[in-house]
């Protein structure tokens, strides 16, 4: 499989098999700590985000 046919169909993969792609690739990187650590970071602030849009909403309904 080529390069252009992995990466065209990474956008039909769901949500948590392309995180499992992402881990993959970040241990096989030479700084693989300091991109799991920056993974880990985004993956905790995008959940803070998750909660603020989800208290804006319901702030929005009232």
Same mark, same amino acid.
């Given at each position: %499989?080529?390069? /252009?046919? +992995? +990466?065209?169909?990474?956008?039909? $993969?769901?949500? !948590? =098999? @392309? @995180? =499992? +792609? %992402?881990?993959? +690739?970040? !241990? &096989?990187? /030479?700084d /693989? !700590? #300091? $991109? #799991?650590e920056?993974?880990? $970071?985004?993956? =905790? @602030?995008? !959940? %803070? $985000?998750?909660? %603020?849009?989800? =208290?804006?909403e319901?702030? /929005? &309904?009232?």
């Open positions: %499989m080529s390069k /252009a046919e +992995i +990466i065209s169909e990474i956008p039909k $993969l769901s949500h !948590q =098999e @392309r @995180r =499992e +792609i %992402m881990r993959s +690739i970040f !241990q &096989a990187e /030479a /693989a !700590q #300091t $991109l #799991t920056c993974d880990r $970071l985004a993956l =905790e @602030r995008f !959940q %803070m $985000l998750d909660v %603020m849009e989800a =208290e804006d319901k702030n /929005a &309904a009232r």
